[in-house]
């Protein structure tokens, strides 16, 4: 049993000392259904891959650790156009398919969202694809459904699925 008070949040500031646990934990959520930009089966390369590049200066990477394990992650991009610095996407929300429903989504979610605070972001806009379980915790951390594209995602079986779009106005 997994428990919500023992995860350490961390901020990730090189790539390297955790590839491998990066990496398994794409695959394994890739693999597991989630729709974060990849089909299944992920390869080890393309995950690899993927973590190597994700790393810049308007991008904060955070890990969840629990039991000496990355069990989840979440990603907060500034905005970098002039109009946008109030602004930033929150992306990546991962969990491990065995630490899921066990706080470490919305753990992750309030660090991300305490530093937005913190360096005067306003606004954080995410999207979702429908019907996923991450519709109900962004609803549940006062997100406000703003519209739902559809057509949006493809799945593994080809099937296409809408999107959601969520703000929410940091105070």
């Not at 695959?27 to 080890?44: M, R």
């Not at 970098?80 to 610095?85: A, D, E, I, L, M």
């Not at 929150?90 to 066990?102: D, E, F, N, S």
């Amino acid at each position: 049993m997994h428990n919500e008070a023992t995860v350490n949040i961390k901020e990730v500031f090189e790539i390297e000392s955790c590839m491998d646990e990066l990496s398994k934990l794409l695959v394994q959520v890739v693999d597991a259904g989630a729709s974060i930009g990849f089909l299944p089966p992920l390869s080890s390369l393309d995950s690899r891959a993927y973590w190597m590049n994700v790393l810049g200066p308007d991008v904060i990477l955070y890990v969840a650790i629990q039991n000496h394990t990355i069990g989840g992650t979440v990603q907060l991009h500034r905005c970098t156009k002039q109009n946008g610095s109030h602004r930033a996407e929150i992306a990546k929300l991962m969990t491990h398919p065995a630490y899921r429903r066990h706080g470490i989504g919305r753990t992750l979610m309030l660090k991300a969202e305490e530093r937005a605070r913190n360096e005067g972001i306003s606004l954080l806009v995410l999207d979702t694809r429908e019907g996923d379980g991450s519709n109900t915790l962004y609803c549940s951390m006062d997100y406000v459904k703003a519209g739902q594209i559809p057509n949006y995602a493809r799945s593994a079986n080809g099937q296409l699925h809408a999107t959601n779009l969520f703000y929410k106005i940091l105070e």
